[in-house]
């Protein structure tokens, strides 16, 4: 199943929790905790484009499945990790943070980031 397609934000779980352990200000978490976001992902073979929308803020990540890249994080900030792909999964650590990207089924996309014991997880579904 390709993960290329756009996908809005449709429910979420643990953000602000999440974005407080990460260290995003209290204002940035009031004005992002409404916001839908959108996800459009590009995908060509084992190569990857993910653009993530959420206000003005546009976060552009291109990578390829098992090797090296640099990553932005929520937080701004550029890493270099590798993406693995198991089945319909696509998963990295980055800073400590395990991102786990899930195509539940043809229309719905499940993201999860855990960080210690707190788990963030969004449900977007295809537009």
């Not at 993910?50 to 990540?61: F, H, R, Y």
């Not at 990553?71 to 400590?96: F, M, R, S, Y």
């Amino acid at each position: 199943m390709s993960f290329s397609g756009k996908y809005q934000l449709e429910s979420h779980e643990g953000f602000e929790a999440f974005m407080k352990a990460i260290g995003l200000p209290d204002d940035v978490i009031e004005k992002g905790k409404d916001i839908k976001s959108t996800s459009e992902i590009e995908q060509n073979g084992d190569d990857f484009k993910v653009t993530v929308t959420t206000g003005s803020k546009v976060l552009i990540n291109s990578f390829t499945v098992g090797q090296e890249a640099e990553l932005e994080t929520l937080t701004g900030e550029k890493i270099k990790a590798v993406v693995v792909k198991e089945g319909n999964k696509l998963k990295v650590t980055l800073k400590g943070i395990e991102s786990v990207t899930e195509l539940a089924d043809a229309n719905t996309l499940i993201n999860t980031l855990t960080l210690g014991n707190i788990t963030y997880k969004r449900i977007s579904k295809r537009m």
